[in-house]
T-cell receptor
Framework: AQTVTQSQPEMSVQEAETVTLSCTYD???????LFWYKQPPSRQMILVIR??????QNATENRFSVNFQKAAKSFSLKISDSQLGDTAMYFC????????????FGGGTRLMVKP | EPEVTQTPSHQVTQMGQEVILRCVPI?????FYWYRQILGQKVEFLVS????????KSEIFDDQFSVERPDGSNFTLKIRSTKLEDSAMYFC?????????????FGNGTRLTVT
């Protein structure tokens, strides 16, 4: 079974600064996907960024980028130029490549962006 | 942008009662899912559904639970006889495909409170 761990229950960052959210996972699979989802107070979970394990290049999506360390089973999210709208719960999630979109989530990190 | 919609946003029911949580997935999506999040805990996979049948289900999804696509637009989760521990946020999701490059789109969730 897979496990996903987010060791930072809460974090805060000043507007315009950079913050990194940590995620580690445990799996024996070699092919898988990793995701970061954002859940603002509206409750809807929104996909922020996705990484395919067989790709060495770190995924980027505008101000969001990941540091994917496959050997260390680490998948951190960096948010650059933080904005007030980034305030949300952030969930790291794992999916085996043939798992039919069954996501295994971490416990979440609550991020507060301060003005 | 098309969205997954869930109704109601909050449902209160008495222990032992049946509840039906409703979801309208994105119209061209073929795969549907239910996840839940007990307060303070991780988001957990319940079930996936494709071509009018369950494709995957977790250990949580026991005989008390059932899913149905009663018409061309709705996707429902029924809990036959609710227990206190069923109190949680229930998220519906849909996707075009099942590969990791076909991400899930989540609804805003239904908060179920069992008293």
């Amino acid at each position: 079974a897979q496990t996903v761990t987010q060791s930072q229950p809460e974090m805060s960052v000043q507007e315009a600064e950079t913050v990194t959210l940590s995620c580690t996972y445990d799996t024996s699979e070699s092919n898988y996907y990793l995701f970061w989802y954002k859940q603002p107070p509206s409750r809807q979970m929104i996909l922020v960024i996705r990484q395919e394990a067989y790709k060495q290049q770190n995924a980027t999506e505008n101000r969001f980028s990941v540091n994917f360390q496959k050997a260390a089973k680490s998948f951190s999210l960096k948010i650059s130029d933080s904005q007030l709208g980034d305030t949300a719960m952030y969930f790291c999630a794992f999916m085996k490549s043939n798992a039919g979109n069954m996501l295994t989530f971490g416990g979440g990190t609550r991020l507060m962006v301060k003005p | 942008e098309p969205e997954v919609t869930q109704t109601p946003s909050h449902q209160v029911t008495q222990m032992g009662q049946e509840v039906i949580l409703r979801c309208v997935p994105i119209s061209n999506h073929l795969y549907f899912y239910w996840y839940r999040q007990i307060l303070g805990q991780k988001v957990e996979f319940l079930v996936s559904f494709y071509n009018n049948e369950i494709s995957e289900k977790s250990e949580i999804f026991d005989d008390q639970f059932s899913v149905e696509r009663p018409d061309g637009s709705n996707f429902t989760l029924k809990i036959r006889s609710t227990k206190l521990e069923d109190s949680a946020m229930y998220f519906c999701a849909s996707s075009e495909g099942v590969a990791g490059n076909s991400p899930l789109h989540f609804g805003n969730g239904t908060r179920l409170t069992v008293t």
